[in-house]
């Protein structure tokens, strides 16, 4: 039986957007100039310029992954995006500084009114600085941080020296350079030894401006023994022209340390949406990804664990949905760099119409290594003939003394099993709705209440969008 | 007020299966249909319930007076009170019978109601406790690893619980063993009533000892040749269907 509440997030939400005042625009297109207007507005120590302009020309000089990756992606033109804006630089203290236009867009888009309370201890981000940042008191006297990017490296230097960009090096692949070299937005959050942070972190962001890439960069430190569990959700309004996403997430998790870092994203069909996440978990320490994508032209994104200590533990746990014309390439990456240390995926993907999911999954235990551990689930579900599915795992277990189990399953949702539904007076989307709900159902579970409960919304949405 | 079909032609491809059949079955009466393999019955059902593979060339479907064929889609023909219990049901992954049941339940209310889910699940139960299905199914995957006899069973279920004004059973017999046919035979007669017409397709006359039918019609080759009282069945049962055809040529 479901009691959860009924969220009410209107279809026409990826549709609108506001005028907003733009006091700091960096224009259109990316240069060494581009990047000193993002160092000067910012005021980034020389560190950071220094590291931006590396990481220029690492992304100027690197190719497009196209050899193994979408041929769509070469049509994005970067010169015509806009790299940088901000809202003003400082971040606004509380609520009532909050611009009123701002929070007309947190009403469109549907954060209800126990959601509402939630953001009294957000991060939100409006564009590409935060809008509104606040830490809740409780989580501030524990010691813990939790600000935005450009606030971490001003104030707490020392801690965001030692991890940034560590985890995910700047040439790691063309887009975590290019993040690298215009990154603004994003958390950075820092948990002190032992201390379980008893709410999940939030922040909510999305892109509101046209040709306007969106380069947050969150880095999450749990010291010792500590625990968080930190939650992202973006949706996007629908624009003419391709729109650029490209996050660089990183996670240090050390000795015993536990994140779970749970994302909900509903981009729009013109959304380029490449992302780069990864954690290190050291000894027994526990890395787990949840992560759910919804829309987007393009979504590639494979969320990794590095396993760096004894027995320590990553989890990816996905879901992603393709529509019509829409292209979901996703999957995980889970390096064993350590004795006795296990990992586990479960992706889920769903393909409607044109749309088209691919699973990438890389999993590598080395020769020296004893048991270790993988687990790999993927399932995908098709509804209608042209939609398709590809799997790539790639498993590279050396040693004898470790274990790896791979499973993989394609079900369909055929105009047959449809026709039974409505026979039954159910609606078409209703009945897709229906097998797409009860696909995902187990893993939406993991998920927080209002999450999950956002989540099998979004389907709803999707569902009777794609019947239309 | 009647179901009612009128020289009912339908196609799959460019192959014509029903070819002009009529055939009205009252409310509160219990009609059967008795035909050889591939004469057509389970296409009858299909093509008043909407399937998207054939194709309705001319005739139509009249339910209580409303014209099912201009309902575009399955559902909306469903909600004016039509059911099938298939021959053999869809299996949907995922879905369980409770979700499933209640969506359909859920589907019929106005815009904004929600279903009471304690009362739901009290009146599932006592249907199950009817029709004696472990109440464990709720939570399987509708005819998901479902032997032959539990999916009949299961849609009778369904209907028990979606209330149709008039359903067409195919062949909810086959697969039924001794105790399941007598018990979801009782099912069904809880069902006959005034406000209600059925319409069981079947090849044996033991359902029809159990169900028994007002009128018995005859299919061959996508039409109904003869009409009588339960007596036709038995006669069928006794000498098969050459006599049928021997004497619909004679009249021709
Ligand atoms: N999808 C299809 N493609 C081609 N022919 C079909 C299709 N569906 C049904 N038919 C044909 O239509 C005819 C009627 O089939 P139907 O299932 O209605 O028969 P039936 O009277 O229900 O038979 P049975 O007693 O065996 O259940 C058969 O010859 C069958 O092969
Ligand atoms: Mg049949």
Redesign the interface.
Known sequence: ??TKPDLNIDRSIGDFHYDVDYEFDAGIGLSEKTIDYICDVKKDPDWIREFRKEALRKFNSMPMPTNWASHDLDNIVFQNIRYYLSQGTEPKRSWDDVPEDVKRTFERLGIPEQERKFLAGVEAQFDSEAAYSNIKAAVGEQGVIFVGSTEGLHKHPEIFKKWFGKVIPTGDNKFSALNSAVFSGGSFIYIPPGVKVKHPLQAYFRINAENFGQFERTLIIADEGSEVMYMEGCTAPKFETSTLHSAVVELVALKGAKIQYITVQNWSANVFNLVTKRGLAHEEAEIKWIDCNIGSRLTMKYPGVIMKGRKARGEVISIALAGDGQHQDTGAKMVHAADETTSNIVSKSISLGSGRSTYRGLVQIGRHLKGCKNNTECDALLINTESRTDTYPAITVRGKENACQHEASV?KIS???I??????????A??MS??V???V?DLVQQFPMEYSVELKRLIDLEMEGSVG | MSLKIENLHANIGDREILKGLNLEIPKGEVHAIMGKNGSGKSTLAKVM????DYEVSIGQVLLDGLNLFEME???Q???TGL??A?QY????????IA???R??LQ??LPEGEELD??EY?HHLYEKMDMLKIDRKFTSR?VNEGFSGGEKKRCEIL?MAM?NPVYAVLDETDSGLDIDALRIVSEGVNAMRGPERGLLVITHYQRLLDYIVPDVVHVMVDGRIVMSGDKTLAHKLEAEGYDWVEKEILQQA
Do not use: C, W
């Open positions: 039986m479901e079900s105009a047959e099993q026709f039974y539904m409505q026979q039954r007076g159910i609606s078409k209703a009945a229906l097998a709900n009860g696909f159902n | 319930a909407g399937h998207p889609e399955p559902d023909r469903a909600r059911f099938v298939f049901p869809m299996e949907v992954p995922g879905v369980t979700n499933f049941i969506a359909a589907a019929r889910a304690v699940y995957a369904q979606l």
